[in-house]
């Protein structure tokens, strides 16, 4: 029966981390991950959710059914900390969200809704974008199509090419945006172009979704949902955000994230969520009970979440750190041409490395890095960044 089944070639940034742990070099680097590690090179156990989970586990509670949509706790938590929370959109009951298995869940289900609303839609990704976003539409049924987005010779965004190409899409097109810290290239719109973004999209009459999985990862929790919050107030009727823990909360595993959709007012909202809640059913049927509760007994609490929000900023501004580190000490190296590292932002940096230099990088220096030149600064800590340097270094030479 299965004999016609080809083998589809494995995840390449995957194989890069199974190639790295089968490494028995000494001092070895991965940059090819994309998950934040603290100054030690662990995955940080955040102390906010430490404490739910201790007090989690002192209850002992029963693991009955989640509702297919979620705990309620968790939803609105969920909807205050990416519409703000004195949004007119929630005050209006406008945002239906549900909790979902990731951010990469909430994607999907996002893409089966949108399939029963506009079947025939392409979906506009960025040049380039997030490897999985393809595979998500693509699986929906959606043909996916790119607008410029990157800019090789700036290593910035291609601002022009980005509204030229948005201008050229039909209406009713879903144009997937990268709320913050985009990965795989680091290279987010200011708050001005992303004001014009969304005069376009108005204009040409697209449907937004927008995929926020770095929320507090580049300036701050409010500041990173700017992107979210322009499309609130820009009168556009209807639009989608999928959102992602697993970075924020440091719970990659428990595959934490939600799906809100906007809708034109209560009553189309509830529709809307009653779609949601059938696409959920025949997907996974409900979500995970235990890192829905740790979200959600976080955000509940005043005192966790500045808790939260303290280690969430610390995090960050290691990040900061590790950036201008980088391009400092490259610098003294003699390769001055990495200050754009510093301006991009989030985990990710497309440093501009070649593949070729990658593959040296790996072969002659045990430094991990994705074959598109993508670096994971959060994985550089005070420890690695000198390694990581002067072999930079070396192979710019
Ligand atoms: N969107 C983007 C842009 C991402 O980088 C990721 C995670 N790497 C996701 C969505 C999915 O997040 P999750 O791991 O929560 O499914």
Known sequence: LFASVEMIPGDPILGLSEAYVADARPGKVNLGVGIYYDEQGRIPVMRAVRDVEQALAREAKPRGYLPIDGMPAYNQATQKLVFGAESPLLAAGRVATSQTIGGSGALRIGADLLKHVLPNAKVALSNPSWENHRLVFSSAGFEVVNYAYYDAETHGLDFAGMLADLGKLEPGSIVLLHACCHNPTGVDPTLEQWKQVVALVKERGLMPFIDMAYQGFDKGIETDAMAVRLFAESGIESFVVANSYSKSFSLYGERVGALSIVGKGREEALRVQSLVKRTIRSNYSSPATHGGALVAGVLNSAELRAVWEQ????????????????????????????????????MFSYSGLSKAQVDRLRE??????????????????RANLDTVVNAVAAVSR
């Open 364 to 381: 002659e220096y045990a430094i991990y890095a994705v074959g598109t030149g993508r670096i994971c600064v959060a994985a550089l800590n």
């Open 311 to 346: 280690e969430l900023g610390e995090m960050r501004e290691r990040i900061h750190g590790m950036r201008a580190g980088m391009v400092e000490k490259l610098a003294a190296a003699g390769e001055p041409q990495y200050g754009f590292i510093q301006q991009q932002a989030g």
